[in-house]
């Protein structure tokens, strides 16, 4: 145990390197949820994908699990160029020693600042920045995380509502048109999401759902 507390007191220029990549990498597996979710295209996903199986009336099919799985792979193939940029920009020259963590931290917010204001509204970012009364600004790099994060949070609740909404539009109508066919042979104690139910998953399954609704995902982010 003295050992390992003299390694890190220890003023060695090699010593130092490792601490702060330690330091760094504890700080980013601790933020990790916190970026994953409202700094990534997670959240519109994990949304429309809830949508999808909430207005198959399915209950738990498919498993929260097999959601928050696709969602996680689907977020990586659509973040992998921000990802890679950060990689470029900011890890690996803080790894090589040729920039320190401050500059490290700008060069890393930036890929994520373009991802965020490409798919910000205009009208969230302005209110958060009314909020907090902070100047008007001039560049993508200027507008600060704090302002920014839940402005893009924000938009991409009410997008991915969006195209819940969309979602859910075919299967009320196989709903309504099954509750009236119920009700005019006077089967009213009958449920309609029991009759409706098989007509539901047979038209997801003819029209190929899952792949349609993957595929808006994907190409709303374009």
């Known amino acids: 145990m003295n050992e390992f507390m003299e390694f890190f007191n220890s003023s060695s220029p090699e010593n130092v390197s490792i601490a702060v990549k330690l330091f760094l990498l504890l700080t980013v597996l601790s933020l990790a949820p916190s970026i994953l979710v409202l700094m990534t295209s997670f959240t519109r996903i994990i949304i429309v994908l809830s949508f999808a199986r909430t207005s198959l009336a399915t209950q738990q099919m498919p498993p929260n699990q097999v959601l928050i799985g696709l969602s996680l792979f689907l977020t990586f193939f659509i973040m992998a160029p921000t990802f890679s940029q950060v990689n470029e920009q900011a890890l690996s020259p803080l790894f090589n020693e040729e920039i320190n963590l401050e500059e490290a931290y700008v060069r890393a917010s930036g890929p994520f600042k373009e991802f965020m204001s490409n798919h910000t509204r ?95 995902l994907l190409q709303s982010f374009g």
């Not at 104690?189 to 190929?208: A, G, N, Q, Y």
């Open 122 to 216: 205009q009208k969230d970012l302005e209110l958060f920045l009314e909020y907090s009364k902070a100047p008007k600004p001039t560049s993508i790099q200027d507008i600060p995380l704090t302002t920014l994060v839940p402005a893009f949070a924000l938009s991409e609740i009410k997008t991915a509502f969006q195209i819940g909404f969309m979602i859910f539009i075919p299967f009320l109508v196989i709903d309504m048109i099954v509750a009236s066919v119920l009700m005019s042979m006077g089967m009213m104690m009958l449920p309609p999401v029991m009759i409706s139910l098989p007509f539901k998953i047979l038209l997801f399954v003819l029209v190929d759902g899952w792949y349609l609704v993957v595929k808006s």
